[in-house]
T-cell receptor
């Protein structure tokens, strides 16, 4: 079956620190990969995506590269802000099916 | 604002009761998905409807049911509620892209928080 494994949180950083949140996956077929973000009290929003191997998704200073050889899609940001404090979900969707499989989420807390 | 509307935002009820959660998808979206988010299980896919028909089923209990109406809004019915059903229930919707293939991008509502006492 399909599954996504994320590093457990919370991840606690100071403002302007470098962020990495690890994500690995298992999938039957060739998945599309996604990062969603959930701010406090809100629903999930798509942050970035990559649909094939070696693609890099990027948005709002966040980046993730689809690594087929290591089945990974790690999220990175060079300099986090307090406003980035949220829960980040890695997810996959196998081609032909739009149902997303999510990881358990990683909470990020950024202090001034 | 994702364009997906869920009501009610908060609901408190007792064990054994029945509740209905409502979702209006984004304009033009034909697919509706229901997810349950709890602290221990994370985000669990429950069920998907496409244009009124059930398309995919996940970890949905027999006590739960859903439907999608001709105007494309959807309702999730939860019955014989137990304490463990307390969770945040999300609705999401999606649209097909112009090529007809589905990219998997979903648009989420803000959720309905259910508390069972």
């Amino acid at each position: 079956g399909n599954s996504v494994t994320q590093m457990e949180g919370p991840v606690t950083l100071s403002e302007e620190a470098f962020l990495t949140i690890n994500c690995t996956y298992t999938a039957t077929g060739y998945p599309s990969l996604f990062w969603y973000v959930q701010y406090p009290g809100e629903g999930l929003q798509l942050l970035l995506k990559a649909t094939k191997a070696d693609d890099k998704g990027s948005n709002k200073g966040f980046e993730a590269t689809y690594r087929k050889e290591t089945t990974s899609f790690h999220l990175e940001k060079g300099s986090v802000q307090v406003s980035d404090s949220a829960v980040y979900f890695c997810a996959l969707s196998v081609k032909g099916y739009s149902t997303l499989t999510f990881g358990k989420g990683t909470m990020l807390l950024v202090s001034p | 604002d994702s364009g997906v509307t869920q009501t009610p935002k908060h609901l408190i009820t007792a064990t054994g009761q029945r509740v209905t959660l409502r979702c209006s998808p984004r304009s033009g979206d034909l697919s509706v998905y229901w997810y349950q988010q709890s602290l221990d299980q994370g985000l669990q896919f429950l069920i998907q409807y496409y244009n009124g028909e059930e398309r995919a089923k996940g970890n949905i209990l027999e006590r739960f049911s859903a439907q999608q109406f001709p105007d494309l809004h959807s309702e999730l019915n939860l019955s014989s509620l137990e304490l463990g059903d307390s969770a945040l229930y999300f609705c999401a919707s999606s649209r097909r892209n112009t090529s007809g293939s589905r990219t998997g991008e979903l648009f989420f509502g803000e959720g309905s928080r259910l508390t069972v006492l």
